[in-house]
C-alpha cells in the first residue's frame, strides 16, 4: 500500500502548494502525480488543487485572506492545471461545455470573473474569454458564433451594470436557450431577475467565494458520477 | 426650519465642527445628474474635455435640488493622464458610461522603477482644464455654493496606470517595490491638489477606493498605504476627506489618523459602530447607497434611509460613492427636503 500513501502525499502536496500560493511546488507535485502509477490526473486537479482552493475559499471568507493572496493562489493552482490537464480523461459531470465569458463595456476590472473563469477551466470547459471592457454587441456576436452553452457577463460597477441588460434581451431574441449568469459587486438576486439571468453571484467578495464554492460543487458531481459507475 | 446659512457656509462649518442650521448634504464625489445634461443640452462623453461644459454640468446640481456642493470633474483619469495615460470617454455609446484607462502607463512589473513623472505634469492632460474649470465653477456660483473637488490615492492611482492584478500581487510579494511606487505618485497627486488648491476649491476629497479591505487587508493598509495617505495629507491647506468604500469598520482609525480632516465611508460600514470607535470629534461622512437607494428606491425610501444615516450619526449626508447620473428629480428632491426637516 505504499503507493496509496505515496497518492496522499501527493494531493496533499498539491493542496498545499495552492494555499501557501507556491507554484514551483504545485508544477512539481503535479509532475509527480504524472509519474505516479495509479493516481489519475482528473483526481490530482479535483482532490488535490480543488481542495486547496476550497480552503482558499474558507481563509478568504475568515478573512484571513484578501485578494491579493487569492490571487496568488489561483497562480499556483494553474500552475498545477497546467501540466495536468493534457492527461485528464472525459469526463462526464453533466455540466461539460463551454461558455463565453467577459466584463461588460465601460468596466475594467477583472479580478473577478478570471476567477469565475478558473472554475470553468478547472470543469474542462471550452472558455472563450472576450477579456473587459467589452463592447455589447460582442457578446452576442461572439455566443451566437460558438454557439456555447453558457454566457457569463461582469460588472464591478453599478454604472457598467445597467449594460448587461441590454445583452440579455438581445440574445434571448436569438438564442433563447442559452443560459445567462451575471455576477459581480452590484448584482443582486432582485437585479438578475429583473435582467432575466439564469444566474447569478453578488458583490465582490461574494462572487470570489462563490466562484470557489461552485469548483467544489463540481467535485460532488464528480464523486457523484463515479459513484454511480462502480 | 427656515434655511438661514448659505450651503458654502454650511459646509465650511462642518469642517471646522461648527453648528449649522440643519444637516449638510453634499459630497466629494462626481454628482452629474442627466436631468442637469439634458436641460444644458450635454452628452455625458463630451463634458470631460471642455471647461466650460464641465463647469456648467457640475454646477447643474446644486443649482436644480439645492445640494450643498459642485464637484468636479466626473471621472477617475485626470492624474493618470497626465503621467501619459489614455483615457476611453466612450464617445459612441448611448448609454452613461464613465470613462476609463484603455492605455496603461506601466506595462510590467519592471517599469515601476522607472515611472518617468514628467517635470511639467501639471501642465499635462487635463489638469489645466481642471484650473480653468474650477475657476469657472467659482464664478458661476459665487459665494453660495462650495467648490469641491478629488484626486485618487496612491494605491488607486497606481491601479489606474499599471495592471491591477500585477499591483495587488506585489503588494504582498514585494511591498518595498510597491511602495516605491506609491512614494512617487504621491508628488504626482500632490502637485494635482495644489493647482486645485490655487484654482480655488474649497476642499479635496481622495479617493482610495483600491484599499478598501473587501481587497486589502487591514495589516496592509496599515503598513503599506497609510504612511502615504499622511503625507499627502500633510501637504495641503484646504479641508479634506479621505474616502473608501466597501468594508472600512476595521480601518476606520487608520482612516483619521491619515490626517484628513474627515472621513468618508459607504453603506457597508456600521457606523453606529464607527462613531463609538472614533468618538464625537471625528467628522464621519456618509452613508447610503447611491443607486440602489437613490437612483432605484422609492422617494419614502430615500427620506428613510437619510434619517437613518443622521440617526447613526454622520456629520453629514454624502453619498458611498458617485451619484449615479439617472436619478430621479423626485428622489433627489426627498433627500434633500429630508436634511431641511430632520430634527435629531
Known amino acids: 500500500m505504499a503507493s496509496e500513501e505515496r497518492q496522499k502525499e501527493i494531493l496533499e502536496k498539491l493542496k498545499q502548494a495552492v494555499i501557501q500560493y507556491d507554484e514551483d511546488q504545485a508544477k512539481e507535485a503535479a509532475q509527480e502525480a504524472l509519474e505516479l502509477e495509479g493516481l489519475k490526473a482528473n483526481d490530482a486537479i479535483f482532490n488535490g488543487l480543488v481542495v486547496g482552493m476550497q480552503e482558499v475559499g474558507r481563509l478568504f471568507e475568515a478573512q484571513e485572506y484578501f485578494v491579493p493572496e487569492l490571487l496568488m493562489c489561483a497562480d499556483a493552482l494553474y500552475a498545477g492545471l497546467e501540466i495536468l490537464k493534457p492527461h485528464v480523461e472525459e469526463l462526464d459531470l453533466g455540466v461539460k461545455g463551454s461558455v463565453v465569458i467577459g466584463t461588460v463595456e465601460g468596466d475594467v476590472h477583472d479580478i473577478g470573473k478570471n476567477i469565475v473563469k478558473m472554475m470553468f477551466d478547472v470543469a474542462g470547459f471550452t472558455v472563450y474569454d472576450l477579456g473587459r471592457d467589452v463592447p455589447l454587441d460582442k457578446f452576442v456576436e461572439e455566443q451566437l458564433r460558438t454557439d456555447s452553452d453558457l454566457l457569463c457577463l461582469s460588472a464591478m460597477m453599478t454604472t457598467t451594470m445597467t449594460g448587461m441588460q441590454k445583452v440579455i434581451d438581445d440574445i434571448r431574441k436569438k438564442n433563447p436557450k442559452v443560459k445567462i449568469m451575471i455576477g459581480g459587486a452590484p448584482v443582486s438576486k432582485d437585479v438578475a431577475q429583473k435582467y432575466g439571468a439564469d444566474g447569478y453571484a453578488a458583490d465582490a467578495t461574494n462572487a470570489l467565494a462563490d466562484a470557489i464554492k461552485m469548483i467544489g460543487s463540481l467535485k460532488d458531481l464528480k464523486d457523484e458520477a463515479e459513484g454511480k459507475k462502480k | 426650519m427656515a434655511e438661514t446659512m448659505t450651503s458654502r457656509e454650511r459646509v465650511l462649518r462642518v469642517f471646522r465642527r461648527e453648528e449649522t442650521d440643519r444637516p449638510a448634504c453634499f459630497s466629494g464625489m462626481g454628482n452629474v445628474t442627466t436631468e442637469g445634461l439634458s436641460k444644458l443640452g450635454y452628452q455625458f462623453a463630451k463634458v470631460h474635455q471642455d471647461a466650460r461644459m464641465m463647469a456648467e454640468t457640475a454646477a447643474s446640481t446644486p443649482k436644480l435640488f439645492g445640494y450643498d456642493c459642485c464637484i468636479l470633474p466626473f471621472d477617475l483619469a485626470?492624474?493618470?493622464?497626465?503621467?501619459?495615460?489614455v483615457m476611453n470617454t466612450y464617445p459612441d455609446s448611448a448609454d452613461i458610461l464613465y470613462p476609463t484607462i484603455k492605455e496603461k502607463v506601466i506595462h510590467s512589473p519592471e517599469e515601476m522603477e522607472t515611472l518617468h513623472v514628467p517635470a511639467d505634469l501639471v501642465?499635462?492632460?487635463?489638469?489645466?482644464?481642471?484650473?480653468?474649470?474650477?475657476g469657472l465653477a467659482r464664478k458661476e456660483l459665487g459665494?453660495?455654493?462650495?467648490?469641491?473637488?478629488?484626486?485618487?490615492?496612491?494605491?488607486?492611482?497606481?491601479?489606474?496606470?499599471?495592471?491591477?492584478?500585477?499591483?495587488?500581487?506585489?503588494?504582498f510579494k514585494k511591498p518595498d517595490k510597491v511602495s516605491k511606487l506609491l512614494e512617487d505618485l504621491t508628488c504626482v497627486i500632490v502637485a494635482v491638489a495644489r493647482e486645485y488648491e490655487k484654482a480655488g476649491v474649497d476642499y479635496l476629497c481622495v479617493r482610495e477606493m483600491g484599499a478598501t479591505s473587501d481587497v486589502l487587508s487591514p495589516r496592509a493598509f496599515k503598513s503599506l498605504i497609510l504612511p502615504h495617505l499622511k503625507n499627502i495629507f500633510k501637504a495641503l491647506s484646504v479641508p479634506s476627506v479621505i474616502h473608501i468604500c466597501g468594508k472600512t469598520n476595521d480601518i476606520v482609525p487608520f482612516m483619521?489618523?491619515?490626517?484628513?480632516?474627515?472621513i468618508s465611508?459607504?453603506?457597508?460600514?456600521?457606523?453606529?459602530?464607527?462613531?463609538?470607535?472614533?468618538?464625537?470629534?471625528?467628522?464621519?461622512?456618509?452613508?447610503?447607497?447611491?443607486y440602489n437607494v437613490l437612483v432605484a428606491g422609492t422617494p419614502e425610501q430615500v427620506r428613510e434611509t437619510i434619517r437613518k444615516c443622521l440617526d447613526s450619526g454622520v456629520s453629514a449626508v454624502w453619498p458611498g460613492c458617485d451619484i449615479w447620473p439617472t436619478v430621479p428629480p423626485d428622489n433627489f428632491n426627498a433627500m434633500m427636503d429630508e436634511v431641511r426637516k430632520y430634527r435629531r
Do not use: C
Not at chain 2, 78 to 85: I, P, Q, T, W
Not at chain 2, 143 to 171: C, H, R, W
Not at chain 2, 256 to 262: I, L, N, R
Not at chain 2, 266 to 289: M, S, W, Y
Open chain 2, 78 to 85: 485626470v492624474e493618470a493622464e497626465a503621467l501619459g495615460a
Open chain 2, 123 to 134: 501642465e499635462r492632460g487635463r489638469v489645466p482644464l481642471m484650473r480653468e474649470a474650477i
Open chain 2, 143 to 171: 459665494e453660495t455654493v462650495p467648490v469641491g473637488s478629488y484626486v485618487l490615492g496612491p494605491f488607486t492611482l497606481a491601479g489606474q496606470i499599471m495592471e491591477l492584478n500585477d499591483l495587488l500581487k506585489l503588494s
Open chain 2, 256 to 262: 483619521v489618523e491619515s490626517g484628513a480632516t474627515a
Open chain 2, 265 to 290: 465611508v459607504d453603506q457597508k460600514n456600521d457606523i453606529v459602530e464607527t462613531r463609538k470607535k472614533l468618538g464625537p470629534e471625528a467628522i464621519i461622512f456618509g452613508n447610503f447607497d447611491p
